[in-house]
Each structure stands twice: as structure tokens, then as C-alpha cells.
């Protein structure tokens, strides 16, 4: 077999993964000399610690190494295997991104304009999600569709958020959408 690429390994992991509720979000493959780089980011609705991306590398590099004596999979003469969460630089792309960082505050861009603003509910079907501007102590919802979301990035926080923005963030979808003051459908 060639070179593996990106697009074949999440096939290949997603199921070894998926039996300890994690996704996989990126992996990167290079070849780098005499051996090749393999970089996975994993990710799952609880966080996974330590100990948890440990045994996970354990079990990807026995499976890779299996797959490469059955010669399904060619790393060359060797690889690095890192594994690790994607930290805050991923740009929230899939509708779990989105659950997985509720009541986080997120730069986003819409209709060619950058706004902040914290991440609340999504809705039942996880295509549209309502999102929590200030107007002074007042939360002000907006419901806005997955799709129409360029790009955003979860900011960094120092500060703790008032208690007004924690409360509103756990709002219900509906209540968000009762109370919002653009409609999105």
C-alpha cells in the first residue's frame, strides 16, 4: 500500500475511537527523513485526560504496527506517533465543536463581519445555535444556522463571565429562540 494520507487514517481510527466516544478532529501525516510524522488530535463530549490519550496512543500505534506487518499500511521506515486534543486554535467547524463548547466565549465571522460572542443551546436537529451578545447587563440571543458561520475560534478567557452570561448560556434553545432578536429558520 502507498503512503497513507489524512482522509484514510480518520477512516481507519474513527472506529477504534468511537468505542471510547472520542472523534477524531485532524490528523496529520508527514513524511520527515528516515521517519514519518503522525500527528492526532482527538476530542469527545467528555474531554479526554491524560491517562485516557495515553491508552489511545497505545492502541493506535498496536494498530498501526499491525496493519503495517499485514502490509495494509506503509509508513516507511518508521513513524512518530503523537496524540493530543486539539486545543483552542480548532476552528469550530462540526455541530459537536459547538455543544462540546457552550457557554464559551467565541470570535466568529458572519456576512463578512467579526463579532464576539458566548455559545449557547443548539437546536434539537444541531443546525442552528443561539448565540449570546451583551447589551449592558442584558443578554441579547440570536439564532444563527451552522452553515452561515465562516469561521470562528473559542477566545481565551482570564476572567470569570458574570453570572447573567452563565445563565443565559445554559438557556434552553427554545427559551433563546422566544427571546432572540433575529430568526434564522
Known amino acids: 500500500m502507498a ?3 489524512s482522509e ?7 472506529p477504534i475511537l468511537g468505542h471510547r466516544d472520542l472523534d477524531v ?3 496529520k501525516v508527514t513524511r520527515a527523513g528516515k521517519k514519518s510524522k503522525v500527528v492526532v488530535h482527538i476530542d469527545g463530549d467528555t474531554p479526554p485526560d491524560s491517562d485516557v490519550i495515553e491508552k489511545v496512543s497505545q492502541e493506535i500505534s498496536a494498530f498501526f504496527d499491525a496493519q503495517e506487518e499485514e502490509g495494509l499500511l506503509d509508513f516507511g521506515a ?3 506517533l503523537e496524540v493530543s486534543t486539539p486545543g483552542v ?7 459537536r465543536h459547538w455543544r462540546r ?3 464559551r466565549k467565541v470570535a466568529l465571522n458572519m456576512a463578512g463581519k467579526r463579532q464576539l460572542v458566548r455559545i449557547g443551546a443548539l437546536d434539537p436537529a444541531e443546525k442552528r445555535v443561539a448565540l449570546i451578545s451583551s447589551e449592558g447587563k ?3 440571543f440570536s439564532i444563527e444556522r451552522l452553515e452561515n458561520i465562516d469561521h470562528a475560534v473559542v477566545e481565551i478567557e482570564f476572567a470569570l463571565p458574570p453570572e447573567w452570561e452563565k445563565e443565559a448560556a445554559q438557556a434552553t434553545f427554545e427559551f433563546a429562540e422566544e427571546n432572540s432578536v433575529t430568526r434564522e429558520d
Open 3 to 5: 503512503f497513507p494520507n
Open 8 to 14: 484514510q487514517l480518520t477512516q481507519l481510527l474513527s
Open 25 to 27: 478532529e485532524d490528523i
Open 78 to 80: 518508521g513513524y512518530t
Open 89 to 95: 486554535g480548532l476552528p469550530l467547524q462540526a455541530a
Open 101 to 103: 463548547n457552550r457557554g
Open 138 to 140: 442584558n443578554a441579547v
